[in-house]
């Protein structure tokens, strides 16, 4: 195992932490490792200036997002939202923290991964299709499960057919099974599959960072990403899926499992 360049912390609240190294490798990494790294308003506000920063700061050429202590995102904190509603009468803000952090990410330019360890369930599984490179092994797991507690999924909806095809949508958003990195890979929603995904991801992404110059590299990506996408493409498509999702799906609340994680 190589070396890695040195990094420093570049901001640190108590639920991210992001550092970048010298080659411009920015990591952000969701931090609530005693909840599965689940989402919760706060998380989802901080990743979205986290991101901003990266996406404003000349010094970074390539984003990395991963999860504390070897889990990416176990989803939605649901016991939280429940607990917020119990308590104030008033359901959480995670919603607007979401949308916000999904446009950066729909708008930005500069090249993103995701390191699947463990698993990417549900709101966590919208995070990682979000990115343009997926790293996962082969013991880990995308799970969009929202169909599961009688809810739609439409930031995985709307990931899923912007990357991919409505014909893997319906496999993994109708579905609902959970798909591991080897099939991840032959289905072309990860690009790597191995046993140790942070290291192969920072290892690419260092070489990239190195050899590659970062404005192609931006208006590569701001090309392909033209055929498909326009500014008020992701406004758009966020208001029809949202819309279509508070009319369907059950009216029963969620129901909370973990122990099939």
């Not at 108590?14 to 599965?36: C, D, F, Q, S, W």
Request: aromatic share 8%; hydrophobic share 40%; net charge neutral.
């Amino acid at each position: 195992m190589r070396e890695r360049e040195p990094s420093h912390t570049i901001m640190t609240t108590p639920v991210v932490k992001t550092t970048l190294n010298e080659n411009g490798a920015y990591e952000i990494v969701l931090n609530r490792p005693e909840k599965k790294n689940s989402l919760s308003p706060e998380l989802a506000e901080e990743m979205a200036n986290a991101l901003a920063h990266a996406i404003a700061n000349d010094d970074v050429k390539i984003i990395i997002f991963r999860g504390e202590n070897g889990f990416f995102c176990a989803g939605l904190d649901l016991k939280l939202r429940q607990q917020i509603i119990k308590e104030t009468g008033k359901d959480w803000t995670f919603g607007e923290h979401w949308k916000t952090f999904h446009k950066l990410q729909y708008s930005c330019e500069k090249p993103t991964c995701a390191v699947v360890e463990g698993g990417a369930i549900a709101g966590g599984s919208g995070l990682a299709f979000s990115c343009d490179f997926i790293y996962t092994s082969p013991k880990s797991y995308i799970w969009v499960r929202e169909v599961e507690y009688g809810m739609a999924a439409p930031m995985n909806i709307l990931w899923m057919t912007t990357r991919w095809s409505t014909k893997l949508s319906k496999e993994l958003v109708v579905g609902g099974q959970r798909m591991y990195g080897e099939e991840l890979m032959e289905k072309g929603i990860a690009v790597s599959c191995d046993p140790n995904p942070l290291e192969s991801c920072r290892e690419w992404a260092d070489k990239i960072a190195k050899t590659n110059d970062l404005n192609a590299m931006v208006l590569a990506n701001k090309m392909i990403n033209s055929l498909t996408r326009t500014d008020d493409t992701f406004d758009a498509l966020n208001k029809k899926l949202m819309i279509m999702s508070a009319k369907g799906g059950s009216k029963a609340p969620p129901k909370l499992n973990r122990a099939k994680m």
